[in-house]
């Protein structure tokens, strides 16, 4: 009976229990609805919040988090059976009472229920610190433009028998790719060189281009360049060609690009080995004629035929945009693209002509394209001339007579654009009145880059131009309508009234008229080997421009002196020797002589160049300019004599340095200071300077030529060595703190750069190289001086001894290295007292550190370092999220990179002693390597 009793009594109490919390639910039936309303409400904030964040992740390139996507499916469904759930709660509906209290308890249980999902569901929502992380690197960008093999079936099928032929058929050393100009034979063959090496399938890939009038010595060269081959100079073509035949047979694949070839040339005589004698070998060739693929003896040729009519429409609807897609512009659109004749560089360069215009423009283009003359150009070729004369007449007068200019230079000439503001400010075709040479440079700079934008110039490097041979051709045929002629056939006795400028440039007459009348000329460009009449100048009074570089004559004609109205005169590179007569020029403004090695003096006649604004002496061997004519030239702007080493004190007949102090206006100065000069106190007036080069010191100007597209295309630089430089710092403290690239080069005093030279910032330096300072024990004393925004844009640094004298023991403490946040390259060598890279200083006041990041660091380079035991053994971890290339040579007690495991994501190979290896993670990578070096020596010492 008591058993019954207490089992009743339990059963009571867990009906009671039930029944209580039944009650409980149906008490709080309105708070958990309330509340589950209002979970789902944030729920669907939080949600949205996460979808804004991965649309601008995805934006950006970024990869989500397979995490955060489950996240959002989970969301997705638990809102919608929340929704589900509230929605059939507010239609229940019964008159019965007990029904009605169990149904809502049912609701109330179920609405805490969910509730409690969703509650769970923020929660995981605080663990995401990111939706996204960055996508892996690309590689290497082949390149911008919008035409690509890939995307086209016709150009995609030939890229792939090509590389196929190249990688599995060993009965094939020669292909050709042959069509017409501008039809995409180099992009193609640029692509095909980029797949097979990525692949690994070749070691080496070089290309040259050929051209219509090849020069073997240049081919050599551009390959050899490519090769990391260097010839001497001395070297000629015949022992060229035997060097880069050795070079090319120590390769085991080796592909060769011959690029726009015209005609049959000898793969010996250029000394590229193929067939039997480098198996490994092959050449592949581009041309417009199928007659010379043959002539070459290729096995395979290829022809690359204009686009079919989808393509070309593609092509030309990404670039015109999606105006083409209305429907009053659509028809005038596809016939404007039919109008191209499937050509790709006629079509790139039509549809963005009329990207974004309105309808009358596109009728226009219509209708011009309809009436143009094809000229003298064959077959589709007459399309490609419509298509570019349209493109040429929506460019700015002014840009169209620059465009017209490059076309007086040679086919594949690379086009200085210095050159071109040069002949410009003579020609004033900006106007009459007084322009700086620097606002004529800043807008002949933009100009080109208006011209390139539009396809119809191609870059160089920054500071060259070209024009692709289709172009180049279109340019010449409507040159004569805007009186520029070109490759002008001269007779006797000859009279061109309207030309304005002529280019003899790629003539060979070997000798030229006696009696030529030019009465409207204003630009002149002569082939360096005519032989030209000493009455040749006569009748070309009014002549502004003329370009006689490399001329191999040593004196001027006479009729020279008639050039009374010359402002622009380049004989650089030449073999003059003679100058006087070019100091009767007296409306001269513009003279280079740069690279005439014969002339050792400059004639006193110069004096009378009194409108003289840029004066070009650079790279001339210059014995005497005598004292006197350089403060004769008030208008002087901008000034280069980087190898005279003669200056002389005030007493001296040569040029004194003081002189400099007359030139008022001079906004740009190349210059060597020998290191056994006395500066005045009141020496230079270098505030003015917006471009310099000084170097100062015993070695003009050696290392900014061996190094000028690094360099030069700064515009501010100094070199200093083998002097003091505290005293340099006190007179030249305001350039040495707006320098860019600075070298410090045999400073016996130099302690530390901080100690030294920063009193303030550095806050426009990029480069600094330090070599052989044999007291330096700082890079930045941070003990004397406290860190802010200095050296914020550095970008690279190298530090050389090549004596191991360095007594460098700390090249960067925490609190510098934290601010190098743009060092792309960083290079360490011989520094035999050198620990480790970064290092706690003692004293320095800064808190502790987590991690150091070098956020654009892209290469590190450290080398015979004896003393380095490690990068650095600070607590902290060491980031390096764009480091690519990391190469160590000789630093013997190196065990390791660092305390923690530094971060390189983009790192997958270590150098060691021209060895390349990986083993996951840095430290192991490094460790590895080093314990097998010690171990081998243990082996070799037993």
Known sequence: MEIVTSVGGKLADYVFAAAGDQLVYLFQYNDNIQKLKKRVEKLRDSRDMVQKKIESAERNGEIIFDIVQKWLAEVDDVSAKAEKFLEDEGKANTRCPIEWCIQRCRFSKEAKKQTSTIFHQLQDLGKFESVSYPAPPSGIILSSQVINSSTFKSRNSIKKEVVKALIDDKNVSKIGICGMGGIGKTTLVKEIGYHVKEAKEYDVVAMAVVSQTPNIMNIQGEIAEMLGLNFPPTHSKLARAGSLWERIRKEKRVLIILDDVWEIITLDEIGIPFGNDHRGCKILITSRSKDVCNGMECQKIYTVETLSKQESWELFSKIAGSIVENYDIHPIAREVNTKCGGLPLAIVIIARALNGKNKHMWSNAAQQLKISTPLSIPELEKNVISSLELSFNYLENETKSLFLFC???????????????????????????????????????????????????????????????????????????????????????????????????????????NELEYPNLQALLLH?????????????????????????????????????????????????VDLSVIGRLCKLEILSLSNSRLVKEIPSSFSQLTHLRLLDLNKMNLELIPRGVISSLPKLEELYVNHFVKWESESGSNANLVELEALSQLTRLHVFIPNNLEFSPKFLP??????????????????????????????????????????????????????????????????SISHDLVEEVFNDLKYLYIARCDKIRFL?????????????????????DMHNLVALEILFTPSIAKLLVKLR?????????????ITDERGEKEAPLESIVFPSLEELYLSKL?????????????????LEFFKIFECRKMKTFGSRKPVTPKLKEVFFEGTGRWNGDLNTTLEEFFNEQENKVARELA
């Open 407 to 513: 076309s007086l230079f040679p086919e594949d000439y690379k086009i200085s654009v210095e050159d071109l503001v040069r002949y410009w400010a003579g020609l004033k075709w900006f106007g009459d009145t007084y322009e700086a040479i620097e606002v004529v440079r800043n807008r002949v700079h933009a100009i080109v880059s208006t011209i390139t934008s539009s396809f119809l110039l191609i870059e160089e490097g920054e500071r060259y131009v070209k024009m692709h041979d289709v172009i180049h051709n279109f340019a010449i045929a409507i040159a004569h309508r805007h009186k520029f002629m070109v490759n002008a056939t001269l007779g006797h006795r000859d009279k061109f009234e309207d030309f304005t400028c002529i280019s003899l440039m790629t003539n060979y007459l070997g000798e030229l008229p």
């Open 528 to 576: 360096e080997s005519l032989v030209v009449p000493s009455t040749f100048f006569e009748k070309m009074n009014n002549l502004k421009v003329l370009n006689w570089g490399q001329t191999y004559i040593e004196t001027l004609p006479n009729s020279f002196s008639f050039l009374t109205n010359l402002r622009t005169l380049d004989v650089s590179a030449s073999k003059l």
């Open 686 to 751: 270098f505030q003015k300077l917006s471009n310099f080069i000084l170097v100062i010191g015993d070695c003009p100007f050696t290392f900014f030529e061996s190094h000028s597209d690094k360099y030069l295309s700064d515009s501010r630089n100094m070199k200093i060595s083998k002097t003091n430089i505290s005293m340099i710092y006190d007179k030249l403290r305001d350039l040495v703190k707006r320098t860019e690239s600075l070298i410090l080069e045999n400073i016996v005093n130099l302690e």
């Open 780 to 800: 930045f004393n941070t003990l004397e001086w406290t860190p802010n925004s200095t050296f914020h844009n550095l970008e690279e640094l190298c530090i050389l």
């Open 825 to 837: 390259k960083l290079d360490v060598f011989f520094c035999s007292r050198t620990q480790e890279i």
């Open 866 to 882: 004896r003393k380095l035991t490690c990068f650095s053994s600070g607590p902290y971890t060491i980031e390096f999220p764009n």
